[in-house]
């Protein structure tokens, strides 16, 4: 499938990056199998936010923003609550625009969707 991702999409994805710090705190763009934390291949990740942003300027050339997203490591619902199970931090990516470490609409793969329930709670 040839789209944006939006939130609650389950997607994987053999091209997700991460900016990984050297042994001397320098940061460098790698695949996240490189990382030596996280495979990407067989997990799946949940969308959890998008956001048209990032565009600037310098030097007379403007930059449009682009479809920026951000996933967390998706481990099904905990079999007692139903809660969702996700990895605390997470990678971000765009789909669009002039970035480094872009992954296109086509270099990714759409599990499933989940909806996020809202909980309303009432105090006095």
């Known amino acids: 499938m040839n789209r944006l991702c939006k939130v609650g999409d389950v997607i994987r994805s ?6 990984h ?10 695949d996240v199998s ?3 934390k ?4 067989g997990n799946d990740w949940l969308v959890v936010e998008t956001a048209m942003t990032g565009g600037g300027g310098s030097h007379n050339d ?6 920026h997203v951000k996933i967390r490591m998706f481990h099904g ?8 199970k996700l990895d605390k931090g997470g990678l971000s990516f765009y789909q669009s625009g002039c970035f480094n470490g ?3 609409p086509n270099d990714i793969e759409f599990v499933s969707e989940l ?3 809202v909980k309303e709670t009432w105090s006095k």
């Open 14 to 19: 053999h091209r997700f990056h991460v900016w």
């Open 21 to 30: 710090p050297d042994k001397n705190g320098f940061y460098s763009l790698c």
């Open 34 to 36: 490189q990382s030596g």
């Open 38 to 41: 996280l495979n990407p291949n």
């Open 62 to 67: 403007v930059y449009p923003d682009g479809h």
């Open 77 to 84: 619902f905990d079999s007692k609550t139903g809660d969702i």
């Open 102 to 104: 872009m992954i296109y």
């Open 115 to 117: 909806k996020k329930e």
